[in-house]
Structures are given as C-alpha cells and as structure tokens.
C-alpha cells in the first residue's frame, strides 16, 4: 500500500502531542512507561543511521493496554533517533454495528482504509509513502518494539 505522507501529516499528531493530549489515568500510563522503559542503546545507534528515511504511522487508544506498553517507546525512539512518528488518535470500538469495529467518529476514516483491526497498528513507511511493515499490538519477531522497527527497515 502507498500512502500520500502529505495527507497523513495533515490529519495525525506527534507522538508526543499525542502522549501530551491524553486524559488521565491513561496519560500516567503512557508517561510512567516512558519514563521506566529503557531503549537498547544498541539498536537507537543502528536506527539513527537511517531513521529520518522512514516514517512510523501509528493507530491508538488511549484506552488498550498494548498502545499504552507501545506508544510511549515510540516517542523514546522518535526523541533518540529522529524517526517521524505521526498517530491517528482517539480510536472507540463500536459496539452496536456489525459492520464496521470501529465508531466513526471519532475514530477517523482511515481505520478502514488501512484495515485497522488490532490496536496499536504501527505501519513504517518511507519517505515515497511506500508501506515497508506493520506491527501490529506488539513486537512479534524480536524481544522489543525498537528491535522488531529496526528489522523491517534493515530489509529494505
């Protein structure tokens, strides 16, 4: 999938706007994991190397616990390597249809557009819009979230 990054900077935030705009209890969440979590010093020193060559386009609620465990490394990784991370915030499950998982709004159109089923979906991008991978509530493959992002940009 491409994407137009124009149009996605338009309509996100900054991970750290983001983090910022959260309500409590979830902005204490997101803040104490941010402040407690530790990158690999190891990986942030490969990831600088290219970080500004990518852009990270990120899913989340205030409300998952994965977003929570996720979101808040992001921003260490954006703050320590200048990665672009833009997030399409304020996402509400919709309980009553049998459509669509999501409200809208006030989660926006493009959940379905990038087939959102799983929160945080964190899909890299370069900077042509191309999409590269996705992660999707937590790392899979490699024991952290900086690991498993310096993965899919390695292979590409």
């Given amino acids: 999938m491409n994407v137009e990054l124009a149009e996605i ?4 935030i900054s ?11 979830f902005k204490e969440k997101f803040l104490n994991r941010k ?12 990831l600088k190397n290219s ?16 977003c ?11 703050e320590a390597t200048g990665l672009e991370v833009r997030v399409f ?10 459509v669509c998982k999501w409200r809208i709004p006030p989660s926006p159109p493009e959940v379905i557009t ?10 890299i991008v ?16 490699w024991p952290t979230l900086e690991q498993e992002l310096y993965e899919i940009i390695k292979s590409h």
């Fill in 9 to 12: 900077r338009k309509k996100t």
């Fill in 15 to 25: 991970v750290s706007q983001y983090i910022d705009s959260l309500e409590q209890p």
């Fill in 35 to 46: 402040q407690t979590y530790k990158l690999r010093p190891e990986v942030v020193d490969q």
């Fill in 51 to 66: 970080a500004e060559k990518y852009v990270a386009i990120v899913f989340s609620a205030a409300w998952c616990k994965d």
């Fill in 68 to 78: 929570a465990e996720n979101i808040p490394v992001l921003s260490l990784l954006s």
């Fill in 89 to 98: 915030g304020g996402l509400m499950k919709d309980p009553l249809s049998q």
């Fill in 114 to 123: 990038f087939e959102v089923n799983k929160l945080p979906l964190i899909i």
């Fill in 126 to 141: 370069d900077l042509h819009g191309r999409e590269l991978g996705r992660v999707i509530e937590s790392p899979k493959r």
